[in-house]
Structure formats: structure tokens, C-alpha cells
């Protein structure tokens, strides 16, 4: 198994700044990956993070909106730029080795104001 | 794109009553998990089923894999307030990445 230790846990943002959400795992993984989850709500995925690379955004996802950067196999950030209160969400970072399960990381809730 | 559906969307029970969400993928998977989050909590690993019409128990918990492999199910017997959360199925995608279901919600009410 791995541990994925994510933060902020939580954050209350003005509109139009920015937050950066940094997401480590213990060992080294193959994927990983951001989520966004409304309360009650599935699972949508945003992006997959490459390691060294850009990211492969999920339609309905851009890079200037949120640019996720994997300087290596354990860490990665997320962040979610000029935020609106339609950005209010969890996001939760995942990380897994091929076929295997994924782990998930204890999620940041955002509140844009 | 991928889609994964999950019915019911919402499941009310009584204490002690069985449970079961059912899962429905476009595509065929190459496998499929499962995945239980607790309020507030994150989504946490179940169990993974490969094979087709591959069954696995859990002690309450029976994990069926259709022979399609398109579609599989969750089933509690007897359920208890600690089965309380959002149960979701899983399928990846072409490029491992992982889709998922749109989710059970089970409430047992005491």
C-alpha cells in the first residue's frame, strides 16, 4: 500500500486567486492522477499527472485553468487558478501502480467566496 | 468517453436487511473495483475482480464480475450501521487511468 499525504486540507479563497494543492506519496507509484468531487457526488477525474511531462487533461479540463506539475514519481501539485465559486469542491489526488488499486490522498475541500 | 453507471443512486435499509448496487460500464473492462468513502472521508479499496464471471466474498460483502466483463455488482447481507457511505465501481481506461462509477449512497437506519 502507499500513504498519500495531501494538503491543504481545507481552504476559503477570494475569486480570482489562485490555490496550489501539493500531494506526496511514501513510495514510488506509476499514475497519478486529480480528482474533483462535489459533496455527494462521483468522482470526476481531471487530469492524469505525468512525471516529467504535461498532464493529460480530461475533457472539460485545461491546463490554464489548472496546471498540474510531477517533478518525479512522488510528489505533484494541483492548482486551481482564478477561481470562481463554481470551483468550490474536494480534490483529491490519487496515486497507484499499474493494476493495482488506487489510494487516495484525505482530499482538500475548497470554498471559493 | 468512458461512462460507468451505478443504480441505485440512493439506498435506504434497515438494520439488517441486504444490499445491492449494480454497476454498468460502456466499454468493456479490463477489470473492476470497488470502493467504499465514508462521510467525509476518501474513497478507500474494496477489492479488485479480473476475470470474467469472477465471484468474491468479503465476509458480507459478495463482488460479482459479469461475463461481459462490462458490468458487476456489490452485494451486503444482513447490513450494519458500519456499512454507512457511498459505494463506488471503478473501470480503467485505455491509459490506466482509473473512471469512476457514479456511486451508491447507503444509509442504515438503525
Known amino acids: 500500500s502507499a500513504v498519500i499525504s495531501q494538503k491543504p486540507s481545507r481552504d476559503i479563497c477570494q475569486r480570482g486567486t489562485s490555490l496550489t494543492i501539493q500531494c506526496q506519496v511514501d513510495?514510488?507509484?506509476?499514475?497519478m492522477f486529480w480528482y474533483r468531487q462535489q459533496p455527494g457526488q462521483s468522482l470526476t477525474l481531471i487530469a492524469t499527472a505525468n512525471q516529467g511531462s504535461e498532464a493529460t487533461y480530461e475533457s472539460g479540463f485545461v491546463i490554464d485553468k489548472f496546471p498540474i506539475s510531477r517533478p518525479n514519481l512522488t510528489f505533484s501539485t494541483l492548482t486551481v487558478s482564478n477561481m470562481s465559486p463554481e470551483d468550490s469542491s474536494i480534490y483529491l489526488c490519487?496515486?497507484?501502480?499499474?493494476?493495482?488499486?488506487?489510494?487516495f490522498g484525505q482530499g482538500t475541500r475548497l470554498t471559493v467566496v | 468517453g468512458q461512462q460507468v453507471m451505478q443504480i441505485p443512486q440512493y439506498q435506504h435499509v434497515q438494520e439488517g436487511e441486504d444490499f445491492t448496487t449494480y454497476c454498468n460500464s460502456s466499454?468493456?473492462?479490463?477489470?473492476i473495483q470497488w470502493y467504499k468513502q465514508r462521510p467525509g472521508g476518501h474513497p478507500v479499496f474494496l477489492i479488485q475482480l479480473v476475470k470474467s464471471g469472477e465471484v468474491k466474498k468479503q465476509k458480507r460483502l459478495t463482488f460479482q464480475f459479469g461475463e461481459a466483463k462490462k458490468n458487476s455488482s456489490l452485494h451486503i447481507t444482513a447490513t450494519q450501521t458500519t456499512d454507512v457511505g457511498t459505494y463506488f465501481c471503478?473501470?480503467?481506461?485505455?491509459?490506466?487511468?482509473?473512471?469512476f462509477g457514479t456511486g451508491t449512497r447507503l444509509t442504515v437506519i438503525p
Open positions: 471503478a473501470g480503467h481506461g485505455g491509459a490506466n487511468n482509473l473512471f
Open positions: 466499454t468493456t473492462l479490463s477489470n
Open positions: 513510495s514510488q507509484v506509476t499514475m
Open positions: 490519487s496515486a497507484l501502480r499499474v493494476n493495482t488499486e488506487a489510494f
